[in-house]
Each structure stands twice: as structure tokens, then as C-alpha cells.
């Protein structure tokens, strides 16, 4: 059985695995997960496979949905602290810059690139959301839910999905600061509205023009909305 662990990259994508590997055992795997790619046709082979298996087979992806429906679970973070924390990994992991040597010029237009990039697999963060949280057999986690409480909200996520796993008795989480410090590239901050201190207000228009509206499907920003981006909204 396939369950698709999806998200914007992100947005608590590896966290939650993490988690579910800790009290369940349950590990998580990408369709390559060693970076090889043989084409479209090869994929879709080996996601079959995946699904064709007796027990759950928990499958990593940022890219936008397939046709398929297996049941998923699906990430969901503000899109303004995603964005930010994809464009620092993405200077500093991908690119492997250091912190220092980014300049604010450099980081702004990765910032804007990343809000409209509509041609890459994973879409836009509004695309990404909209796509897969449309699927039936869908359990939405946010974010906030995760890191703060993250036993009770993977376990709830299970329960939506029917899913039964047998708990690993006495198994102990990692919090998301602990993970931290062991491995600061892939988790960086893991905070709640980082965007305030790391989003520049001169991008802020352009992100409500284009996010806007899922932004406020799924309540997020409410009271940091513009008053001109709003009417154009309505309008």
C-alpha cells in the first residue's frame, strides 16, 4: 500500500517522517531515492510496485500530483515561512554558498523566483497546495500542529487515514530543536512566522497577489493581509 508523504518543500516534509520513524518504525522512501532518474515510464513502474506491496510504504514527494489516488498526507506550512526557508536552502544546501556571501540582492531574487515558479515540478506554493489538498483520501498537517505537538498530530494523521501501525513501545521523539543541532543544513529555524524577521517588506505585495487567495483558503495571514491586495482579491 503507497501514502504519499507530500508538501512544498519546506513546509515539515522531512520532520515528519522523522517522527514516523521514531514511533513507528516506519520508514520513508523517495521514488529515487538514490538521485537517478530513468524517465517518466520507469517512475511510474516503481511507484506501482510501491503500492502493490502488503504493508504501507510511506513515499516522499514535493512534486505536484499524479492521477493516482493514494491516500495522502500532506504538509502544510504558511507560504511565507516556505518560501523563505526554500530560498535559504536553496543558497545554502543546493548552491552551497555560504551565509555570509549571500547578499540581500541575491537572496530577494531567489525569494521572487521561488514565489512564481510555476514551470517546476513541485509548481508554485499556491499551485502545490491547491493540487494536492483537492484529493480525496487527503489529511492536511500543519505545520504549527507538527512542532509543537509532534506524537499527537502524526498519530491523529494514522487515525484520519485508517491507517494502523503498531506504536514502537517506549519510543521517544526528537523535538525539531534537538534535530537542530545535529543537523543544522537540513533543519534550519523550525519557527512559527520566521517570515517576520526574514521577509522583505518590498516582496510583500507580490506574494499576497499571488498567494493571496490560498493563503486565506486556509486561514493563514488574516490580519497581515494589505488593504489593496485585498480588493484586488474580492475583485
Not at 520513508?28 to 506491496?53: C, E, F, M, N, W
Not at 514551470?119 to 494536492?132: P, Q
Not at 500542529?145 to 491507517?163: I, M
Not at 517588506?201 to 487567495?213: I, K, N, S
Given at each position: 500500500m503507497l501514502v504519499w508523504v507530500a508538501s512544498y518543500p519546506r513546509s515539515g516534509n522531512r520532520f515528519f517522517r522523522h517522527t514516523l520513524n521514531l514511533l513507528y518504525g516506519q520508514r520513508?522512501?523517495?521514488?529515487?531515492?538514490?538521485?537517478?532518474?530513468?524517465?517518466?515510464?520507469?517512475?511510474?513502474?516503481?511507484?506501482?510496485?510501491?503500492?502493490?506491496?502488503q504493508e504501507c510504504m510511506?513515499?516522499?514527494?514535493?512534486?505536484?500530483?499524479?492521477?493516482?489516488?493514494?491516500?495522502?498526507?500532506?504538509?502544510?506550512?504558511?507560504?511565507?515561512?516556505?518560501?523563505v526557508s526554500y530560498a535559504w536552502f536553496h543558497l545554502t544546501v543546493d548552491r552551497k554558498l555560504d551565509k555570509a556571501d549571500i547578499s540581500p540582492a541575491l537572496y530577494k531574487r531567489i525569494l521572487r523566483d521561488l514565489m512564481l515558479m510555476r514551470?517546476?515540478?513541485?509548481?508554485?506554493?499556491?499551485?502545490?497546495?491547491?493540487?494536492?489538498t483537492g484529493?480525496?483520501?487527503?489529511?492536511?498537517?500543519?505545520?504549527?500542529?507538527?512542532?509543537?505537538?509532534?506524537?499527537?498530530?502524526?498519530?491523529?494523521?494514522?487515525?484520519?487515514?485508517?491507517?494502523?501501525?503498531?506504536?514502537?513501545?517506549?519510543?521517544q521523539v526528537q523535538t525539531f530543536d534537538e534535530l537542530k543541532l545535529e543537523k543544522q543544513r537540513l533543519f534550519r529555524r523550525g519557527k512559527v512566522g520566521s517570515?517576520?524577521?526574514?521577509?522583505?517588506?518590498?516582496?510583500?505585495?507580490?506574494?499576497?497577489?499571488?498567494?493571496?487567495?490560498?493563503?486565506?483558503?486556509?486561514?493563514?495571514?488574516?490580519?497581515?493581509?494589505?488593504?489593496?491586495t485585498v480588493n484586488r482579491l474580492v475583485a
Open positions: 520513508s522512501l523517495r521514488v529515487y531515492s538514490d538521485g537517478t532518474d530513468h524517465g517518466p515510464q520507469a517512475k511510474d513502474r516503481l511507484i506501482l510496485d510501491y503500492a502493490s506491496q510511506f513515499i516522499k514527494t514535493h512534486d505536484l500530483p499524479a492521477s493516482d489516488r493514494y491516500p495522502t498526507i500532506y504538509l502544510l506550512r504558511d507560504g511565507r515561512d516556505s518560501l514551470e517546476s515540478d513541485f509548481g508554485t506554493w499556491s499551485d502545490n497546495v491547491t493540487a494536492w484529493r480525496p483520501q487527503t489529511t492536511i498537517v500543519r505545520f504549527e500542529d507538527l512542532v509543537a505537538k509532534p506524537e499527537e498530530t502524526v498519530a491523529n494523521a494514522l487515525a484520519e487515514l485508517e491507517l494502523e501501525l503498531p506504536p514502537i513501545p517506549n519510543s517570515w517576520q524577521d526574514e521577509f522583505p517588506q518590498e516582496l510583500m505585495d507580490l506574494f499576497w497577489q499571488e498567494h493571496g487567495q490560498v493563503m486565506q483558503q486556509f486561514r493563514y495571514g488574516e490580519n497581515d493581509l494589505p488593504h489593496l
